[in-house]
């Protein structure tokens, strides 16, 4: 198998959103009879909207979806987390099956699809309805402090699938991503990557994740610290940092974030391990964040440290912690209310000029065709 991704190709591919559909979408604030700044922060949201569907009058959000992928890390053995490492994760799964998770009564509320990737749950797949494991990678991953978490060929395997997501969603018609993950010591594997890449030592990473104690703390902590030096001398290779002490949701996430971004499809971020791929995804391409949206603070440091980097700031700071995309679920009634805010404003459509030849946005096919 071709274990070689061609990640330079990506800088060229991912354009910024449409600069004229925002300063027309501002405009039609100025030019409407409201206060200037009156509705805030649902300002920006809506110029935001119009820039990255390139028009303005702004189409309200029809059809977002709600996207999870599960995975589960070695990590987890050394009991980083309040959650149990046999079954956790495949827990967490189910209750987002049967509708009894939080995401998935929320998703209802606000009127989200929602779908699950799992691309490494500890479970037998066929535990699983065949939609969900469809791009299943393997089953768990390597304990980062002390061996890689994938192999090349799964990294590249994960990457690419995360890829084929993004073509998915996009060719589908959903037009925006709420982005989250399912998986036990999810946050231990983020914290190692944005203390890789950020520079900091493991104390200034190491959150609480689900609620853990003082001792469980120092466990986590010192993983961490030891899963850093093993991070830190592929960090000019992105995936063989996310081969080494990543895993493979971390694998596939970062190549669904940029094939999004290629893709033109928006997505609002979670927490911790969102922002930690988008972190990785942003040394790949730099105007790939232009495409995403922080949904909230989960209040990890970890993630404050990713944001500050991408220099995103959080929608909302409601205090939680437990991933699942529910942050991001909860922005979309604000990308929502700014959507249906703008479109509502002055008569005067803007629409881009129509290219002599309308570009085909490659897909995740055309793209391996260069690897």
Known sequence: MDTTVDLDSFSSLVERPDESARRAAEERWQAADRPRGGLGRLEELGSWLSSVQGRSPVRPVSSPKVLLFAADHGVAALGVSRLPAEGGTAARVRAVLDGTAPVARLARRYGAEVRIVDVAVDTDPADFPDEVVTHRIRRGSGRIDVEDALTPEETVQAFRAGMAVADEEADAGTDLVLLGDLGVGSTTVAAVLVGALCGTDAAAVTGRGSGIDDRVWMVKCATIRDSLRRARPVLGDQLALLGATGGADFAAITGFLLQAAVRRLPVVLDGVVSAACALVAQRIAFRAPEWWRAGQSSGEPAQAKAYDRLTLTPLQDQGITMGEGVGAVLALPLLQAAGDALADEAPQPY?????????????????????
């Not at 129509?354 to 690897?371: H, I, T």
């Open 351 to 371: 629409e881009p000029p129509a290219p002599k030849e309308q570009p085909k946005l490659p897909s995740a096919a055309d793209l391996l065709r260069r690897f």
